[in-house]
């Protein structure tokens, strides 16, 4: 047997698939370069290759693929947003998400799950119908559920009006989901490489300079490349690289945690979140609670954990499914998120020609990574921003016209 | 950070403070409304040493931190008109 076993090792007809395409060496100068091998940097590669033809496209990453937020988020997507242009875009990503794992050909394990966001008081009823009828306006399946309902959705949520903040209803929005975020980073990877985009990691830009001819010189701990158009798409790291080309942005970096406790017995269908409480939790498909809650008080670039979130956390964890108590947390991280003032993206043209950015992504990044993705290689093709991220422009804060103030004006056009 | 040194209080748990973000310059009342928005909401951002404004949330008591924002190191913390004396120093050393 084990002879047998040997003998298929070494017979040539069996060779193992590589899953990327093998590594190009880096060179001196590329049409497009986009910095930052995360989701969204590498979904605007893979659709600069698709939709533009444009496949003289470098991706740098100083780390490994999705070493950054990609791999650190809790992996929600929905849309139910409040604003028209926010709703709006989330919506399209939603249309995107659905068919991306047969066309990236991986498992992204996409699963609809519906997502329930609890209200606790009067006021988040009403910002709840708000948002409801924001939502249905635009075409988005969303809805108010009362308490009876919400008992049919979530049997498991403790619906006890003997509580610090009893659960009096909930926006429930069916289409809500959770994907597997690794594989949404691999999969656009290999799509992008497949057309031609070389993937360069362990590669830091430490240097940019914007050159009279329009072009840019970016210098970087493997040499020097000059590109045509630059795409920064470095969540947590924004203003740091933002300001090595002049650029200052309304971004604070704050530490954003989450953990994941050991694997449970299936028993939380649908995502539930709570904003009063700073709760966000969905089980994923291996049983495992993943939870989430508030930014860190603080703005920190370090991504160390600390036992006042879990804390804080488990105490409102508890109030809403008492059961747990005798679970136990399994891992707990941190990413670095761009915090912006009006809780909004940061996605367009900026100050410098031929220098685009997409930043701003606060707690909010991982379900607009097709959209994003999309959007950035048509505005780094054409020059021009798509009327989806127009809204997001950085130049917004000089108007002082931020979208949360537009939002009940302009309905997206 | 577990501990602040609140130049009133003395050290107190983090938990009673919150952070207001960097010490700026207010732009002059008649300023463009470029600087506005920049004082507004653009933000240095740096990853390094920081001065912020803090407050004591249970005295309601504003003072500077500085602090280490790749660390989480405190490095020190000053009652206002400390921290904007030795700004002054420190700017009157530099034109000299």
Redesign the interface.
């Known amino acids: 047997m084990p002879l047998a076993l040997l003998k298929y090792g070494i017979q040539r007809k069996y060779k193992g698939n590589r899953y990327f395409p093998a590594a190009k060496p880096l060179r001196s100068a590329y049409d497009v370069v986009i910095i930052g091998g995360g989701g969204h940097g590498l979904a605007c590669a893979y659709y600069l290759a698709r939709d533009w033809g444009i496949s003289d496209v470098a991706v740098l990453e100083k780390g490994w693929l999705a070493s950054g937020n990609t791999a650190r988020n809790t992996a929600i997507i929905r849309s139910n947003y409040l604003t028209p242009e926010g709703a709006l875009f989330y919506e399209e990503s939603m249309r995107l998400w659905r068919s991306l794992a047969g066309e990236l050909g991986i498992n992204l394990m996409y699963s609809e799950r519906g997502h329930l966001t609890l209200a606790h008081t009067d006021a988040a009823i009403r910002t709840s119908r708000w948002r409801a009828e924001v939502n249905q306006h635009l075409g988005i399946d969303s809805e108010l559920v009362g308490r009876d309902e919400l008992a049919k959705l979530c049997p498991e949520l403790n619906l006890s009006e003997d509580i610090r903040y009893p659960v009096l209803g909930a926006l429930y929005h069916p289409p809500g989901a959770i994907a597997r975020h690794d594989a949404v980073a691999w999969g656009y990877a290999r799509g992008a490489m497949q057309s031609g985009v070389e993937i360069h990691q362990q590669t830091e830009v430490t240097g940019i300079q914007s050159l009279d001819d329009g072009s840019i010189e970016l210098e970087t701990d493997r040499g020097s490349i000059s590109a045509g158009q630059v795409v920064q798409a470095v969540a947590g790291m924004s203003s740091e690289l933002a300001r090595m080309v002049g650029i200052k942005l309304p971004i604070r970096s704050v530490p954003l945690q989450a953990c994941v406790s050991e694997a449970l017995k299936p028993f939380l269908d649908p995502i539930v979140v709570s904003g009063s409480l700073h709760i966000y939790v969905s089980q994923s498909a291996r049983g495992e609670l993943v939870m989430g809650g508030a930014t860190d008080p603080y703005p920190l670039y370090s991504t160390r954990s600390t036992l006042d979130f879990t804390e804080g956390l488990m105490a409102n964890m508890l109030e809403l499914f008492p059961f747990l108590e005798n679970a136990k947390v399994l891992r707990q991280w941190a990413g670095i998120a761009d915090m912006t003032p009006d809780f909004s993206p940061v996605m367009g043209i900026t100050p410098v020609s031929n220098y685009y950015i997409d930043a701003g992504w606060g707690t909010w990044g991982f379900k607009a990574t097709p959209v994003c993705g999309s959007c950035m290689a048509e505005l780094a093709a054409t020059g021009k921003a798509p009327e989806l991220i127009k809204p997001f422009e950085l130049e917004r804060f000089s108007r002082m016209e931020q979208v949360g103030e537009r939002g009940a004006a302009s309905v997206g056009h | 950070m577990k501990i602040i040194d609140c130049p009133l209080n003395g050290p107190r748990n ?2 009673e403070f ?2 207001a ?1 960097e010490v700026k310059q207010e732009p002059s009342q008649d300023a463009a ?2 600087e506005w ?2 004082f ?8 390094g040493v920081v001065h ?1 404004w803090w407050c004591h949330v249970a005295s309601s008591y504003w003072f500077v931190v500085t602090r280490d ?4 190191r405190i490095i020190a913390t000053y009652r206002p008109d400390e921290f904007f004396a030795s700004q002054r120093q420190t700017e009157g050393a530099d034109s000299e």
């Open positions: 983090a938990q919150i952070c973000g409304i470029d928005a920049d507004v909401f653009l933000e240095n951002n740096l990853k912020e924002t790749a660390t989480e």
